[in-house]
């Protein structure tokens, strides 16, 4: 029998809002001390709550299946006795009733609800958008169509260099296809990692044969008689040829449920640092919610697998009554061809921060690290490992840096201080 607060018989109930890595994690957060509260999962897509990074690397280049994805099988979430209504969109929640509106119309009452919606795919509003061929990389469904174009000799046309497009040009790379990729910036990846190691990323792609075309946008796409694409025209009236178009031009948070309920949002739900939003019992986590970090004393949306995977956990945490502040220092990472790297701090948007380099990026093997005056913001490795604790101390701590200690190799992270 339920109540009015959505508890069954004096168990909680608990409702999750999404199908992606922060709902799995968040029923082991809930489990980890509430074993018989009542887990209700609701998912949009027709999917097991899944991870992305592979859909853009391992499955795309067709090392790895699909199943890589899972974080749990289905047989998990039965012992877990969770209910998963997969396939099922949610429309409304009610904040003040407790409840959660299905598309079917039928309503799920929750003593705790978490939104973890994610985000959703920028999409480019120009001539011909809706041709055949276009895709967005977001989901399980998009990857597969995309893999299938991926076939030797054909033309990929790739519009944004971000982590997506740069990860998918070196899938198609990979495949045999012939690459180009269009990004208004001089640069890829301009606002996250600025010019001097963009220009890097740039000759990483061309040494693999991608051609760039910088400075340049998308005016409009061309198509054939049966409304199949076959060129990009960029904003300098240049025509590139293209079997097959790939867009990466970002993602916006689905903040509509929260919007519609009532909720704080500002580039996201904002959420304290127990990742609680401005409704008692309603929480957010992952790529949609907007946290407060209390390390950097600022409110952070990430959109990265890592932001994901442990806020997913710590709101699972927080719903079950356990005291948490979630309080990491934003990190991620991204593969493309034989190099790795990870990212780990934050440089606030618009920031001039200065890049000093560690190593020698000629040999793609070396460090970056992004410093306001004297004090690390972020640092990234590529084909170096083990750094990131190092990294991680040297932005929490806010520890003055000596940089000529901090560009040589042979001095330890450890001991760069000034
Ligand atoms: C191709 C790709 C590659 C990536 N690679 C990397 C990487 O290498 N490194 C890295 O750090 N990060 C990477 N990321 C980012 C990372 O995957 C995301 O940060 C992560 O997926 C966010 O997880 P989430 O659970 O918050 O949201 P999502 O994964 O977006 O999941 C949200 C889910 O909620 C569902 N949903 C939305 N609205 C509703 C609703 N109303 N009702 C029911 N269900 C709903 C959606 O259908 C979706 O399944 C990548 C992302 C993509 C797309």
């Known amino acids: 029998m339920s109540t009015d607060d959505g508890s069954t018989q004096g168990q909680t109930s608990y409702v999750i809002i999404g199908g992606g ?45 699909e199943d890589v994805v899972f974080p749990h099988d289905k047989a998990w979430y039965d012992e877990q006795h969770v209910e998963l209504r997969l396939g099922t969109a949610a429309t409304a929640i009610d904040p003040d009733a407790h409840t959660v509106t299905l598309a079917s119309g039928e309503t799920v009452p929750f003593t705790k609800l978490l939104i973890a919606t994610g985000s959703s795919v920028r999409t480019l509003d120009v001539e011909g958008a809706d041709l055949q061929d276009i895709f967005y990389l977001r989901t399980l469904d998009d990857c597969e169509a995309i893999k299938a174009r991926l076939v030797a000799g054909s033309e990929i046309v790739i519009v944004g260099a971000g982590w997506i497009g740069l990860e998918i040009a070196a899938a198609a790379r990979e495949h045999g296809c012939e690459v180009t990729v269009v990004e208004p910036q001089e640069t890829p990846l301009y606002g ?28 409009r796409f061309t198509g054939t008689e049966d409304r199949k694409v076959d060129g990009v025209v960029t904003s300098s009236g240049n025509t590139l040829s293209a079997d097959t178009v790939v867009v990466g031009v970002g993602i916006r948070p689905n903040t509509q449920l ?9 580039n996201g739900i904002v959420t304290d640092a127990a990742l609680m939003t401005s409704a008692p019992d309603i929480f957010a986590a992952g790529d949609v919610a907007n946290w407060r970090s209390t390390t950097l004393d600022t409110n952070l949306r990430v959109e990265h697998w890592a932001n994901a995977n442990d806020a997913g956990t710590a709101a699972g945490r927080s719903m079950a009554g356990q005291d948490v502040t979630f ?55 590529v084909n170096v490992w083990d750094t990131v604790p190092a990294i991680e101390q040297l932005v929490r701590d806010k520890t003055p840096v000596d940089r000529g200690k901090l560009t040589d190799s042979d001095v330890q992270l450890s001991d760069v201080g000034a």
């Open 21 to 65: 890595l922060t709902a799995a994690r968040a029923v082991e957060g809930i489990r980890e001390s509430d074993p018989d509260g009542v887990i209700t999962v609701v998912a949009e897509e027709n999917h097991l709550p899944y991870e992305r990074p592979p859909l853009s690397k391992g499955i795309m280049l067709g090392k790895d299946e």
């Open 192 to 219: 996250v990692v600025g010019p001097e190691v963009g220009t890097w990323f740039a000759d990483l792609h061309r040494s693999h044969g991608v051609e760039f075309r910088f400075g340049e946008g998308v005016d």
């Open 258 to 266: 929260a919007e519609a309920a009532g909720l704080t949002t500002d």
């Open 327 to 381: 309080d990491p220092i934003p990190f991620f990472f991204s593969d493309q061809y034989d190099v790795g790297l990870e990212y780990s701090g934050y440089v606030p948007r618009g920031t001039k921060a200065d890049v000093v380099l560690r190593g020698d990026p000629k040999t793609n093997e070396f460090m970056a690290f992004w410093l306001d005056g004297d004090r690390v913001l972020a640092g990234m490795h």
